[in-house]
């Protein structure tokens, strides 16, 4: 049995930080042990001698591996943006141990057959666990359920119409209630598809003086305010994804201040960029929901501080060069994340490292559902970890995911993700170009 020794890490602990040295062994923590002067280094350097691996951890923060409940990875039916090889290894090179994928792809995954394919192609690449997401109607046609059964036997425990909104309150009541009784999680693309229709941007200053047709948010807030009242009178667990404007913040703070279980997600473009970075016209800040004015990026800074928001979740959304490189108006709306998703939250946020991976780790992971996740170090806990530098400064470029339509392409980030751990198994390592090619493993 392999043993690898994380040597002298800030450890985030169910007891807060702690300088220690962290043993990996049969897939789960073996030992958390206080690194103490003198005395410490003896104990260290006992252990490395029985080790496998020894990594110095010296100046970086080791806490449990991001969670992404909302990432696209293209697989079935449009491989040429993304797989799940290759969504895996972004999300890997992310720090990220664990990936919900959304179930847009061709053909939807509305049946269990499907929701299997997914994850089972998941574990046989072997760098994170791909959980998949289940539609909530068949074929995301909006017009009746998916089979809600078939996909919950199969794992799935996060429901939605990602890309469209079920726009049909009765229907989605119905899912609620199903759902309700067996613990999953409605997810919706809050959007008013008549409000939206023709839009290319936010609706406003920006939109106006280029002459460009806007999404109103209100488009988002109608659709988030009666889905909340549906929360409320359901008591299903319903999660809002990629909240984008302030109006949002609020109704979400007052469903939470009355008791409704409702979780909302926020992505780090939302926090990083405005409606004035669309101005540009380039088609990597044509995203959905549209960038809104700087005022709403600061309620979102503020809402994920306080947990009004949960969770920040990348909506990665990768699109080959070729879909791009068109005229703004004729671009597919979308951006990758994955890879930058952490250095992106941390710059907009610089918060104790404890919130961040709150933010990224525990709230998704129990969000959905993905209990191997998300956890505070501690021995025994299934060793799916992130090592990070906390205030290294870097300029991306360069990506592991297939596609690279990433507006953060040339922006200096502060914190950087040097090591990735799944299962016990090293699955990134900054500068190992080895590590970014994924581990193809025969299936279980």
Not at 65 to 83: N, Y
């Amino acid at each position: 049995m392999s043993e690898i020794l994380l040597a002298g890490g800030a450890v985030l602990t169910p007891d807060g930080e702690v300088k220690a040295d962290v043993t990996l062994s049969g897939g789960r923590v073996a030992a958390v042990e206080p690194v103490r002067e003198g005395v410490g280094r003896e104990i260290g350097a006992g252990r490395a001698r029985a080790a496998d691996r020894v990594i110095d951890l010296s100046g970086l923060v080791l806490g449990p591996g991001f969670v992404d409940i909302h990432a696209h990875l293209r697989e079935p039916g449009q491989e040429w943006k993304e797989d799940i090889a290759s969504g895996s290894a972004a999300a890997a090179a992310g720090g990220f141990t664990a990936v919900v994928a959304m179930p847009n792809t061709d053909p939807p995954t509305d049946s269990g057959h499907l929701a299997r394919y997914i994850s089972d192609r998941g574990r046989q690449v072997g760098l994170v666990e791909v959980a998949p997401a289940g539609c909530i109607t068949a074929g995301l046609d909006g017009a009746r359920l998916a089979h809600l059964d078939e996909l919950f036997a199969a794992g799935v425990r996060v429901f939605t119409d990602d890309g469209m909104t079920v726009a049909d309150a009765g229907l989605l009541r119905r899912a609620m209630e199903y759902l309700e009784a067996r613990g999953g999680v409605i997810a919706q693309h809050a959007e008013d598809p008549g409000l939206s229709r023709g839009g290319h941007m936010h609706e406003g200053e920006v939109s106006s003086l280029l002459g460009m047709a806007g999404i109103p948010a209100l488009a988002e807030t109608v659709v988030a305010a009666r889905d909340l009242a549906l929360a409320e009178l359901t008591g299903a667990s319903y999660h809002i994804q990629h909240v984008s404007c302030a109006e949002t913040v609020d109704l979400i703070r007052a469903a939470k201040a009355k008791g409704a279980p409702v979780t909302a997600e926020v992505t780090p473009h939302h926090l990083r960029f405005s409606d004035r970075h669309a101005a540009s016209m380039d088609p990597v800040f044509k995203m959905y929901p549209p960038l809104r004015p700087p005022a709403d990026a600061e309620a979102l800074i503020e809402a994920l501080r306080e947990g009004v928001i949960d969770a920040a979740a990348t909506d990665h959304a990768p699109h080959a060069a070729h879909e791009k490189d068109v005229p703004f108006e004729e671009a597919p709306k979308g951006v990758t994340g994955l890879e930058t998703a952490f250095a992106a939250v941390r710059s907009a946020l610089d918060p104790d490292p404890r919130l961040l991976f709150r933010r990224m780790s525990v709230a998704p992971a129990a969000i959905g559902a993905l209990h191997r996740h998300g956890r505070w170090i501690e021995p025994g806990i299934p060793a799916n970890l992130a090592a990070v530098a906390w205030d290294e400064e870097w300029t991306v470029e360069g990506f592991a995911s297939r596609s690279s339509n990433s507006p953060f392409v040339g922006e200096t980030l502060t914190g950087r993700v040097r090591y990735t751990f799944y299962e016990g198994r090293l699955t990134y390592e900054l500068g190992n170009s080895g590590s970014r090619t994924p581990e193809v493993r025969g299936a279980p």
